[in-house]
């Protein structure tokens, strides 16, 4: 029986992925518990601490597959502990020299390093389906460079801009996302042997030597000091995955309003067989692009939760702890879901031009405004000019005008601009800036260029 979205069979496609839900087994976390304690043993052997003997069957038996995950289950909600149970059942694998198995860490030692190398795993798939997002972004950029389609403020036609500017604009953003994740690495992916109040006065003299060698081992980087109450890696790296989540949200839903059938100027990829409405046959959902949207509020909220973990009482507590045990493999989870499935509906995305040139004329003209405005207060003076063209717009607009004509009707603008000059300012392709610049400067950086040539 399944009770979460996550293990659903019927709805963990939309919440998760393949990958990241085997990085986030059961399985997956003893494993890493395992290969903690591996590493560990080992190195205490190579120290002359415990027996070589001892460190390889140690080494030999810490497989997941020998571990009875049930019986472990049932031994913790016996004994109250979150470690024993899989140990006591490594000791028994390991018969005589199991006596040598955890000889010095704490519990915390154990599950937080176990989670750094399940994030370690995470942070690869994001990385690589980031890349992936920021690659589809930039074809979409460089092919409707020139694509113009109107710009909206407030929910409302402003000025026209091009299909390519608003996506080198998300392009721009996910590449601040990507460095963000390659900068957070050496804070984040660190280990930790500490013993129960952060001293390591169970380890012994040779502590650091101890620590040095096991993070090392395991290829993580070693801290200064203990992290057992300072929560902030964990933290922070929840919360890159939100601001990564927000900017997706962002753009799934900007393109379900774009495909809203009063604008039709996207759509998502239609397959075979989908399906829109039970009751409604005609219907092509904007499903991807709001499922998108819907999961990055989960991945917010779970961020947050995250962040109060980072609120420890005394040298560490299980109060607090235990709230990353849920919040956390949560916001990894939903994060890979959304940047798969915001990669996929921009390589499938469907640009509709004839709608969009629609839309810049639904406005007949006034769209241009700031344009005619500038170019006629550049002979006339600017207070001339504005007083001039919402004249011409205000009495345009009640009479049901088209923005030209109510400006040929204006004896003050028909005096100072020709009709060819009239029909050259509210012409929407003749006013976007530096719109082919700022793309060209975007799709140029080295993050585009290396994107672009992996694809």
Request: with cysteine; hydrophobic share 40%; net charge negative.
């Amino acid at each position: 029986m399944t009770s979460s979205v996550f293990d659903s069979v019927t709805l963990q496609h939309l919440w998760s992925t393949e990958e990241l839900r085997a990085i986030f087994s059961e399985e997956n976390r003893i494993q890493k518990w395992l290969d903690f304690e591996a590493a560990f043993s080992q190195v205490q052997a190579g120290m002359q601490i415990i027996p070589q003997e001892a460190a390889d069957a140690i080494c030999a038996n810490a497989k997941v597959e020998k571990i009875d995950i049930p019986k472990m289950a049932a031994e913790m909600r016996r004994i109250k502990h979150s470690l024993v149970p899989a140990l006591k059942q490594l000791i028994e694998h390991c018969g005589e020299h199991g006596q040598w198995v955890h000889f010095g860490p704490t519990t915390q030692d154990v599950l937080d390093t176990g989670t750094v190398l399940q994030l370690r795993e995470a942070h690869a798939i994001y990385l690589r389906d980031l890349k992936g997002c920021a690659r589809e972004l930039a074809r979409l950029a460089k092919t409707h460079r020139d694509t113009v389609m109107v710009g909206r403020t407030h929910g409302v036609q402003a000025l026209p801009i091009t299909f390519g500017h608003k996506c080198a604009i998300w392009l721009d953003e996910l590449s601040r996302h990507y460095d963000r994740l390659k900068q957070a690495e050496p804070r984040l992916f660190v280990g930790m042997l500490i013993g129960a109040v952060g001293t390591q006065a169970s380890l012994g003299e040779r502590a650091r030597e101890l620590e040095e060698k096991t993070c090392t081992a395991l290829g993580l980087a070693v801290p200064d000091i203990s992290w057992g109450p300072a929560r902030d890696r964990f933290a922070e790296y929840a919360n890159l995955l939100a601001m990564l989540g927000a900017t997706l949200s962002k753009i799934g839903n900007e393109l379900r309003n774009l495909q809203r059938n009063e604008f039709g100027e996207v759509e998502e990829g239609f397959s075979e067989g989908k399906l829109g409405s039970s009751t409604m046959p005609h219907k092509r959902n904007p499903t991807s692009a709001e499922n998108i949207a819907g999961l990055s509020r989960t991945l917010r909220y779970n961020a947050a939760m995250m962040t109060e973990a980072m609120v420890q009482e005394h040298e560490r507590d299980g109060i607090a702890w235990k709230t990353e045990w849920k919040a956390l493999p949560e916001c990894c989870l939903i994060a890979g879901a959304v940047l798969l499935q915001a990669r996929n509906l921009l390589a499938g995305l469907r640009i509709d031009k004839e709608n969009m040139n629609r839309n810049l004329d639904m406005m007949r003209g006034y769209l241009l405004s700031e344009r005619v405005m500038l170019e006629l207060g550049a002979r006339v003076g600017k207070d001339h000019a504005h007083e001039w063209v919402y004249e011409a717009s205000m009495k345009g607009i009640e009479n049901k005008q088209d923005f030209g004509s109510a400006m040929r009707d204006h004896p003050q603008i028909a005096q100072a601009l020709s009709d060819e000059d009239i029909a050259n300012l509210i012409d929407p392709a003749n006013y976007l800036g530096q719109t082919g610049a700022s793309i060209d400067r975007t799709l140029a950086t080295q993050h585009a260029r290396n994107w672009m040539q992996e694809g």
